[in-house]
């Protein structure tokens, strides 16, 4: 089977809601994206927000609060909300690369797999039924003088030693309180949690999830898109081969992929799509393929959206294409073109800001080129 790019740019743009919204609740947009980034708490709300039918603020807040989603690190160590199952699926993914007992993670974070194991065992005792803010989870834990000396570390906002825990299901975020972040068990916080599933069957879960929403999409970026490619090639590359028939093997361009099957009649029949949408900071339209990904995103351009700090800037899309970024002012839309990309169809760009508008609860929105 072959397509082009802008077939594929066209079936992802509406598998991921963006061109056709989405009109159910906000954790079935979620688990289609495979969860949202939520280093940024607004910037999630403005992922789901742009893509729901009718948008209400909070709404991913709302849905964590009531258990619906978990928020929780996840995906290539960042901190994302996902719906539980989809969500345990990929924490028994990475859990499986066992990052922590690497030599370099090691000297990092100046923990030993045996004080990565006995802190997993206490901090799901400590949690168990419960809501704690970092401070008051790290005080419950130095008070044992074997985690005595992995206090600073444990207090880094960077989360460095939590994450495996995070990974092995041992906790999740709670609430926050103000300004303060805090910690539970999923049990307590996450409805209908059943905890890890089985390694394999957590794969394929994990997988079908990924490609119904970014394929066509090949083991190796499944792999940097959830590990930072931390699972064995071969091990990957053997979970997509058992699938079997449940995938399509797809030509684009020249670049082999993978695709759901139940979906390659859908992409087969795709015509390109010729609108401009803008999205938000974090988008998942650009980390579900990765910024390395220079046919979405030219690689003379890459650095003007992936920044310093892991700063992940507003996206222009027009033709399925990235071409740009944009920054909001009061009233104003401030878009950053890059110099080789096509003139923006005015018609285009007013829709584009208008819907921006609409789900920011702005009046009205002008428009300016920088």
């Known amino acids: 089977m072959r397509v082009t790019w802008e077939q594929v740019w066209a079936w992802r743009l509406r598998r991921q809601y963006v061109a056709e919204r989405g009109t159910g609740s906000v954790p079935e947009i979620v688990a289609r994206l495979c969860g949202v980034q939520a280093q940024v708490t607004s910037a999630a709300e403005l992922a789901v927000a742009l893509r729901s039918a009718t948008p209400k603020s909070d709404a991913v807040v709302t849905e964590l609060a009531a258990g619906t989603l978990m928020k929780t690190w996840a995906m290539r160590g960042t901190l994302h909300a996902l719906t539980p199952d989809l969500g345990a699926a990929c924490l028994a993914v990475m859990a499986s690369a066992r990052t922590w007992e690497k030599p370099i993670w090691q000297r990092n974070f100046g923990a030993s797999p045996a004080e990565v194991a006995a802190l997993t065992e206490a901090v799901a005792r400590i949690l168990d039924g419960v809501v704690l803010t970092r401070e008051e989870l790290v005080g419950a834990l130095v008070a044992d003088t074997a985690f005595r000396g992995l206090g600073e570390e444990l207090r880094s906002g960077w989360g460095a030693l939590l994450k495996p825990l995070a990974w092995q299901g041992a906790l999740c975020h709670g609430p926050a309180q103000g300004s303060k972040v805090t910690f539970t068990s999923p ?15 957590a794969a394929a879960t994990a997988i079908r999830a990924y490609l119904g929403t970014y394929g ?23 979970w997509f081969s058992e699938l079997g028939d449940a995938i399509t093997e797809v030509d684009v361009a020249g670049r082999t992929g993978y695709l759901l099957t139940e979906h390659a009649d859908e992409l087969a029949a795709s015509t390109p799509d010729e609108n401009v949408y803008l999205l938000g900071a974090f988008d998942q339209y650009i980390l579900g393929p990765g910024t390395n990904d220079a046919e979405l995103l030219p690689a003379a351009h890459r650095a003007k959206v992936s920044r310093a700090a892991g700063w992940i800037s507003p996206l222009v899309v027009a033709g399925g294409r990235i071409t740009g970024t944009w920054e909001l002012t009061e009233d104003t839309v401030l878009l950053s073109m890059f110099d080789d990309a096509k003139p923006l169809p005015e018609h285009g760009i007013d829709a584009a800001v208008d819907h921006l508008a609409a789900v920011a609860g702005r009046p009205k929105l002008t428009v300016r080129t920088g």
Do not use: I
């Open 187 to 201: 049990a307590h916080l996450v409805r209908g949690w059943r905890g890890l599933p089985e390694l394999d069957a």
């Open 216 to 238: 066509p999409a090949t083991p190796e970026t499944f792999n940097a898109w959830l590990t930072r490619n931390s699972l064995r090639k071969t091990q990957v590359r053997g």
